[in-house]
């Protein structure tokens, strides 16, 4: 992440909307030095059975394959159901296995990886999140989760939605009226100056 000036991003199996067969492959994400990686699913369509035998996702806390499990989640994953929360590393790498089988392919899964550390004070090009985490302030309000918790993001009140589309609403209606008396009243000018002129 550091070489590629990246604090976050998202990583999904494919572009194609459904996996390939056969599949085998980790990828290792690597944050700066001194920083953690959290982990947040937004899609999960992966063929389904009873221990994830089949197709599965494996998040690895470490750098290989054979790192132990990241805490919170199960070994493997598969299925529709996408796994709530956020998933953390101790450490600044992560690894994702994906493995398909032969027969039924799915969509895939989606995953957003953030780059955060935890301080007292985060530095002013940063955002601190409700959990205690700094992420870089570039993510506030992308419509990602990038602190884990959904503090990064900027969430409209109900009232406050209310009220503007009220307020749109009445501000309509009172335009729409306001043209149709206008022009209503330039039809009677226009009917007595008719009128005068016969």
């Not at 132990?68 to 070994?75: A, E, R, T, V």
């Not at 530095?123 to 601190?128: F, G, K, Q, S, T």
């Not at 309000?141 to 884990?148: I, Q």
């Not at 307020?167 to 330039?186: A, D, H, N, P, Q």
Request: proline share 4%; charged share 20%; net charge positive.
């Amino acid at each position: 992440m550091e070489a590629t000036a990246i604090s976050a991003g998202r990583l999904t199996v494919t572009r194609r909307s459904k996996y390939r067969s056969k599949l085998n492959c980790h990828v290792t994400i690597v944050a700066p030095v001194n920083r953690r990686i959290t982990v947040v699913f937004r899609e999960m369509d992966i063929e389904w059975e009873v221990h994830c035998d089949d197709d599965f996702v494996s998040l690895r806390d470490g750098l290989k394959p054979s790192s132990p499990l990241i805490h919170g989640l199960l070994p493997r994953v598969c299925g529709h159901k996408v796994p709530p929360g956020n998933y953390v590393t101790t450490g600044n790498s992560l690894t994702v296995i994906f493995q398909s089988d032969l027969y039924k392919q799915n969509d895939g899964f989606e995953i957003v990886f953030t780059s955060f550390h935890i301080a007292k004070s985060c530095p002013v090009d940063e955002l601190r999140c409700d959990n205690g985490r700094c992420i870089s302030a570039s993510l506030q309000c992308n419509n990602f989760n990038n602190c884990g918790d959904n503090s990064d993001e900027c969430q409209v009140n109900m009232e406050v939605a209310i009220a503007i589309i009220l307020s749109v609403f009445l501000i309509t209606i009172v335009g729409v009226g306001s043209v149709l008396l206008y022009r209503k009243k330039e039809r009677r000018n226009h009917t007595k100056v008719s009128t005068v002129s016969q």
